[in-house]
């Protein structure tokens, strides 16, 4: 059983930056970060792999946006730069069952409680 707590979300203006992070317990294999803006489907965000070699961006967020892990402490991290209003969201880091860059909700099979990120414009 792996339980995830985020952690790092806030109000800031456009053009601000933030540091999500996603303290994990348990082992954990590959991890990403979604959001849920409000009247939208939950979406695909960023994802590392289990090895930390490999990550992946929905197009939105490329160049903006960092995945990073920290084996250490067992946790994943999402530095979001140059944010945007359209960055609005509920933002949840999962667990994957794979080693690989799992972009699907599917392939996740554990999930923090969420983490608001509010940018005003």
């Known amino acids: 059983q792996v339980q995830l707590v985020e952690s790092g979300g806030g109000l800031v203006q456009a053009g601000d930056s933030l540091k999500l992070s996603c303290a994990a317990s348990?082992?954990?294999?590959?991890m990403g970060w979604f959001r849920q803006a409000p009247g939208k489907e939950r979406e695909f965000v960023a994802v590392i792999s289990w090895s930390g070699g490999g990550s992946a961006y929905v197009d939105s967020v490329k160049g903006r946006f960092t995945i990073s892990r920290d084996y250490v402490k067992n946790t994943m991290y999402l530095q979001m730069n140059n944010l945007k209003p359209e960055d609005t969201a509920v933002y949840y880091c999962?667990?994957?069952?794979?080693?690989?860059?799992?972009?699907?909700?599917?392939?996740?099979?554990?999930w923090g409680q969420g983490t608001q990120v509010t940018v005003s414009s």
């Open positions: 999962a667990a994957g069952r794979g080693w690989g860059l799992l972009k699907e909700r599917k392939d996740y099979d554990y």
């Open positions: 348990g082992r954990t294999y590959s």
